[in-house]
């Protein structure tokens, strides 16, 4: 899918934060935060208009936003897996800060109080993704 065909699905108008926004998360399988987003381009839309943008992206149903354990937010695209399963699971490098979300429903059999009423349950795995355990994985000195 392309961002114009993203954009023209939700009946959204074409303008230049939106289109840049979808491209970079287009790009890659991460998520990205605002600040990541703004690194690579600095000048080209102030603060107001980013935060907003991602706003409407979000209310529209294109981007989710992620609320890490450190409170940090990135956003991601809706992905096929997203479609109707409002619950999923990411899952979070500790080293390189990478925000990845998974396919397939997180499990969960937590027993609620009496009268207590579930809305949603949101999952973060911690660990370390594949690029970073080979790198940290020290060669060995015979081969
Ligand atoms: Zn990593
Ligand atoms: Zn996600």
Known sequence: ?????????RGLKNTGCRKYILGELLKRESAM????????YPNLFDRVTLYRTLKTLEDRGIIHRIV???NSVKYALNRNHHEGSAQHTHFHCGKC?????????????????KGFVLESVIVTI?????????AARPRSVKS
């Open 1 to 9: 899918m392309t961002v114009e065909e993203l954009l023209q699905a």
């Open 97 to 113: 800060d990478e925000v990845l979300c998974l396919k397939g429903t997180a499990h969960f059999d937590a027993e609620l109080p």
């Open 33 to 40: 935060s605002e600040t990541e987003l703004k690194e690579s």
């Open 126 to 134: 911690e660990g370390v993704c594949a690029a970073c355990m080979r």
């Open 68 to 70: 890490l354990c450190d």
